[in-house]
Protein backbone atom coordinates (compact mmCIF):
# COMPACT_ATOMS: atom_id res chain seq x y z
CA UNK A 1 0.00 0.00 0.00
CA UNK A 2 1.17 3.00 -1.34
CA UNK A 3 0.77 5.39 1.78
CA UNK A 4 3.15 8.82 0.12
CA UNK A 5 1.50 10.03 -3.55
CA UNK A 6 3.71 11.94 -5.42
CA UNK A 7 2.98 14.36 -8.53
CA UNK A 8 3.68 14.64 -11.47
CA UNK A 9 4.77 11.26 -11.88
CA UNK A 10 7.63 12.78 -14.83
CA UNK A 11 9.05 16.09 -16.10
CA UNK A 12 10.75 17.05 -18.76
CA UNK A 13 11.46 20.48 -19.03
CA UNK A 14 14.49 22.81 -20.57
CA UNK A 15 17.18 24.07 -18.39
CA UNK A 16 16.21 27.69 -16.78
CA UNK A 17 13.14 26.58 -16.12
CA UNK A 18 10.88 26.29 -12.39
CA UNK A 19 9.31 23.65 -11.14
CA UNK A 20 7.24 21.97 -8.27
CA UNK A 21 7.34 18.50 -7.49
CA UNK A 22 4.22 17.49 -4.73
CA UNK A 23 4.62 14.69 -2.01
CA UNK A 24 0.72 14.34 -0.42
CA UNK A 25 -0.26 11.38 2.10
CA UNK A 26 -3.37 10.97 4.54
CA UNK A 27 -1.68 9.75 7.20
CA UNK A 28 0.84 12.23 9.64
CA UNK A 29 4.35 11.82 9.97
CA UNK A 30 6.64 13.47 12.45
CA UNK A 31 9.15 14.20 9.66
CA UNK A 32 9.64 14.15 5.93
CA UNK A 33 12.61 14.16 3.69
CA UNK A 34 13.45 14.27 0.30
CA UNK A 35 15.96 12.32 -1.36
CA UNK A 36 17.19 12.42 -4.85
CA UNK A 37 18.65 8.97 -6.62
CA UNK A 38 21.01 8.47 -9.42
CA UNK A 39 20.92 5.61 -12.29
CA UNK A 40 23.12 2.99 -10.30
CA UNK A 41 22.89 4.76 -7.05
CA UNK A 42 21.25 4.78 -3.61
CA UNK A 43 19.16 7.31 -2.71
CA UNK A 44 20.61 10.43 -0.95
CA UNK A 45 19.41 12.85 1.61
CA UNK A 46 18.71 15.95 0.52
CA UNK A 47 16.47 17.82 3.53
CA UNK A 48 14.82 16.83 6.60
CA UNK A 49 11.51 18.77 7.21
CA UNK A 50 10.36 18.66 10.97
CA UNK A 51 8.00 21.32 11.44
CA UNK A 52 4.67 21.65 9.83
CA UNK A 53 4.94 25.19 7.75
CA UNK A 54 8.49 24.89 7.80
CA UNK A 55 9.88 25.79 4.49
CA UNK A 56 13.54 25.05 3.86
CA UNK A 57 15.93 26.62 1.02
CA UNK A 58 19.09 24.71 -0.37
CA UNK A 59 20.23 26.98 -2.92
CA UNK A 60 18.29 26.96 -6.00
CA UNK A 61 15.97 24.06 -4.02
CA UNK A 62 13.09 25.28 -2.07
CA UNK A 63 11.18 22.53 0.69
CA UNK A 64 7.82 23.26 2.25
CA UNK A 65 6.34 20.71 4.94
CA UNK A 66 2.80 21.30 5.13
CA UNK A 67 1.12 22.57 8.12
CA UNK A 68 -0.63 19.30 9.04
CA UNK A 69 2.42 17.03 8.41
CA UNK A 70 0.77 15.37 5.45
CA UNK A 71 2.00 16.96 2.31
CA UNK A 72 6.00 18.34 1.42
CA UNK A 73 6.34 20.21 -1.59
CA UNK A 74 9.80 20.57 -4.17
CA UNK A 75 10.05 23.63 -5.88
CA UNK A 76 13.93 24.19 -8.10
CA UNK A 77 14.32 27.60 -9.17
CA UNK A 78 16.48 27.53 -12.59
CA UNK A 79 17.05 23.70 -13.29
CA UNK A 80 20.04 22.91 -14.37
CA UNK A 81 20.53 19.52 -16.01
CA UNK A 82 22.94 18.44 -12.87
CA UNK A 83 19.11 18.00 -11.27
CA UNK A 84 18.20 15.62 -13.33
CA UNK A 85 17.13 11.84 -11.50
CA UNK A 86 14.36 10.52 -9.40
CA UNK A 87 12.96 12.46 -6.48
CA UNK A 88 11.54 10.64 -3.61
CA UNK A 89 9.72 11.71 -0.74
CA UNK A 90 10.15 9.96 2.46
CA UNK A 91 7.98 9.79 6.01
CA UNK A 92 9.26 9.34 9.14
CA UNK A 93 6.57 7.48 11.04
CA UNK A 94 6.68 8.04 15.20
CA UNK A 95 8.81 6.07 17.64
CA UNK A 96 9.45 2.79 17.11
CA UNK A 97 8.63 2.86 13.49
CA UNK A 98 10.55 5.91 12.88
CA UNK A 99 13.53 4.04 10.88
CA UNK A 100 10.82 2.09 8.70
CA UNK A 101 10.76 5.01 6.00
CA UNK A 102 7.48 4.96 4.09
CA UNK A 103 8.81 5.99 0.38
CA UNK A 104 6.93 8.36 -2.22
CA UNK A 105 6.23 6.96 -5.99
CA UNK A 106 8.54 9.07 -6.65
CA UNK A 107 9.04 11.73 -9.03
CA UNK A 108 11.50 11.67 -12.31
CA UNK A 109 13.02 14.76 -13.73
CA UNK A 110 14.90 14.83 -16.66
CA UNK A 111 16.69 18.96 -17.65
CA UNK A 112 17.67 19.08 -21.19
CA UNK A 113 19.86 22.19 -22.49
CA UNK B 1 35.14 7.37 5.39
CA UNK B 2 33.81 4.53 3.56
CA UNK B 3 29.83 4.31 2.07
CA UNK B 4 27.57 1.78 2.40
CA UNK B 5 28.90 -0.93 0.46
CA UNK B 6 26.73 -4.01 -1.39
CA UNK B 7 27.91 -7.14 -2.77
CA UNK B 8 27.37 -8.67 -5.44
CA UNK B 9 26.29 -5.49 -7.36
CA UNK B 10 24.65 -7.28 -9.89
CA UNK B 11 23.04 -10.77 -9.63
CA UNK B 12 20.59 -13.47 -11.63
CA UNK B 13 19.17 -16.65 -10.42
CA UNK B 14 16.20 -18.59 -11.65
CA UNK B 15 12.98 -19.09 -10.27
CA UNK B 16 13.15 -21.36 -7.24
CA UNK B 17 16.67 -20.76 -6.22
CA UNK B 18 17.57 -18.77 -3.06
CA UNK B 19 19.63 -16.07 -3.21
CA UNK B 20 21.95 -13.54 -0.20
CA UNK B 21 22.24 -10.58 -0.44
CA UNK B 22 25.15 -8.76 1.80
CA UNK B 23 25.50 -5.29 3.33
CA UNK B 24 28.77 -3.48 5.13
CA UNK B 25 27.46 -0.29 7.19
CA UNK B 26 29.55 2.81 6.89
CA UNK B 27 32.21 2.14 9.87
CA UNK B 28 30.66 3.31 13.37
CA UNK B 29 27.13 2.62 12.63
CA UNK B 30 25.21 -0.01 14.15
CA UNK B 31 21.69 0.22 12.20
CA UNK B 32 20.93 -1.26 8.84
CA UNK B 33 17.53 -1.16 6.81
CA UNK B 34 16.76 -3.24 3.99
CA UNK B 35 14.58 -1.83 1.23
CA UNK B 36 13.26 -2.94 -1.91
CA UNK B 37 12.87 -0.82 -5.16
CA UNK B 38 10.75 -2.32 -8.13
CA UNK B 39 9.06 -0.10 -10.58
CA UNK B 40 5.43 -0.72 -9.96
CA UNK B 41 6.00 -0.89 -6.07
CA UNK B 42 8.44 2.14 -5.40
CA UNK B 43 11.03 1.62 -2.48
CA UNK B 44 9.61 -0.57 0.01
CA UNK B 45 10.59 -1.19 3.73
CA UNK B 46 11.81 -5.08 3.99
CA UNK B 47 14.09 -4.87 7.57
CA UNK B 48 16.23 -3.23 9.88
CA UNK B 49 18.56 -4.59 12.23
CA UNK B 50 20.29 -2.84 15.75
CA UNK B 51 22.08 -4.53 17.81
CA UNK B 52 21.90 -8.07 15.60
CA UNK B 53 18.18 -7.75 16.60
CA UNK B 54 15.55 -7.04 13.86
CA UNK B 55 13.50 -3.95 14.94
CA UNK B 56 10.76 -3.83 12.63
CA UNK B 57 9.81 -5.40 9.53
CA UNK B 58 7.94 -4.50 6.81
CA UNK B 59 4.92 -6.77 4.74
CA UNK B 60 6.93 -8.94 3.28
CA UNK B 61 6.41 -12.58 3.18
CA UNK B 62 8.38 -15.32 5.34
CA UNK B 63 10.39 -16.15 2.53
CA UNK B 64 12.66 -12.52 3.02
CA UNK B 65 14.91 -12.77 5.93
CA UNK B 66 17.93 -11.01 7.15
CA UNK B 67 20.53 -10.82 9.61
CA UNK B 68 23.17 -8.71 11.47
CA UNK B 69 26.53 -9.99 12.94
CA UNK B 70 28.65 -8.49 15.74
CA UNK B 71 30.22 -6.37 13.42
CA UNK B 72 26.74 -4.63 12.05
CA UNK B 73 27.44 -6.30 8.46
CA UNK B 74 24.06 -7.76 7.43
CA UNK B 75 22.56 -9.94 5.19
CA UNK B 76 19.35 -10.46 3.48
CA UNK B 77 18.24 -13.91 2.53
CA UNK B 78 15.11 -15.27 -0.28
CA UNK B 79 14.49 -17.67 -0.82
CA UNK B 80 12.16 -20.11 -3.44
CA UNK B 81 12.76 -16.96 -5.85
CA UNK B 82 9.85 -15.39 -8.05
CA UNK B 83 9.71 -13.52 -11.06
CA UNK B 84 8.59 -11.07 -8.87
CA UNK B 85 11.53 -10.63 -6.64
CA UNK B 86 13.32 -9.27 -9.13
CA UNK B 87 14.32 -5.50 -7.89
CA UNK B 88 16.83 -3.58 -6.75
CA UNK B 89 17.81 -4.22 -3.17
CA UNK B 90 19.34 -1.49 -0.96
CA UNK B 91 20.20 -1.53 2.01
CA UNK B 92 20.75 1.67 4.78
CA UNK B 93 22.92 2.49 7.56
CA UNK B 94 22.71 5.09 10.65
CA UNK B 95 24.18 5.69 13.74
CA UNK B 96 21.35 4.92 15.82
CA UNK B 97 17.96 2.91 15.45
CA UNK B 98 14.64 3.69 14.66
CA UNK B 99 14.59 7.59 13.02
CA UNK B 100 17.33 8.76 15.31
CA UNK B 101 19.54 9.67 12.40
CA UNK B 102 20.19 10.35 8.93
CA UNK B 103 20.04 6.94 7.21
CA UNK B 104 22.91 6.53 4.27
CA UNK B 105 22.15 4.10 1.20
CA UNK B 106 24.15 1.81 -0.24
CA UNK B 107 23.82 1.67 -4.35
CA UNK B 108 22.00 -1.27 -4.38
CA UNK B 109 21.82 -4.85 -5.59
CA UNK B 110 20.35 -5.47 -8.97
CA UNK B 111 18.36 -8.95 -8.74
CA UNK B 112 17.07 -10.49 -11.69
CA UNK B 113 15.07 -13.85 -11.42
CA UNK B 114 14.38 -16.01 -14.76
Known amino acids: TQLLEQSPQFLSIQEGENLTVYCNSS?????LQWYRQEPGEGPVLLVTVVTGGEVKKLKRLTFQFGDARKDSSLHITAAQPGDTGLYLC?????????????FGTGTRLQVTL | KAGVTQTPRYLIKTRGQQVTLSCSPI?????VSWYQQTPGQGLQFLFEYFSETQRNKGNFPGRFSGRQFSNSRSEMNVSTLELGDSALYLC?????????????FGPGTRLTVL
Open chain 1, 90 to 102: AGVGYGGTASKLT
Open chain 2, 92 to 104: ASSLVASGGGQQF
Open chain 2, 27 to 31: SGHRS
Open chain 1, 27 to 31: SVFSS
